[in-house]
């Protein structure tokens, strides 16, 4: 089992960047694929960015590509996501998120952390 717990969230003004990290219990960190995900008021919970268990792969939605970055560092047991040039349409709680096999919808991923709130003000 994995336990997740993200931080990094807050307020920006459009154009600026936030790093957010999600920290995960268990000694079997590098075994899972890694996902964030986030979700707007009154809109469902979308795919944002996904890691392979290595680091080695990566996988973006078309909305974040180029201003994105997902990273791990599976000695610290840590996902990352480097979010540069944020937009208002950016504001969402974000979540991370763990499982054992590739996934882009919710519903394929098997463990959830609580969410951290990011606003991108105009």
């Not at 600026?16 to 469902?44: D, H, I, N, V």
């Not at 078309?62 to 990273?71: A, L, M, N, Y």
């Amino acid at each position: 089992q994995v336990q997740l717990v993200e931080s990094g969230g807050g307020l920006v003004q459009a154009g600026g960047s936030l790093r957010l990290s999600c920290a995960a219990s268990g000694r079997t960190f590098s075994r899972y694929m890694m996902g964030w995900f986030r979700q707007a008021p009154g809109k469902e919970r979308e795919f944002v960015a996904g890691i392979n268990w290595s680091g080695g792969s990566t996988f973006y939605a078309d909305s974040v590509k180029g201003r994105f970055t997902i990273s791990r560092d599976n000695a610290q047991n840590t996902v990352y996501l480097q979010m540069n040039t944020l937009k208002p349409e950016d504001t969402a709680v974000y979540y991370c998120a763990a499982d054992r096999n590739y996934g882009v919808l919710p519903g394929e991923y098997a463990y959830w952390g609580q969410g951290t709130q990011v606003t991108v003000s105009s």
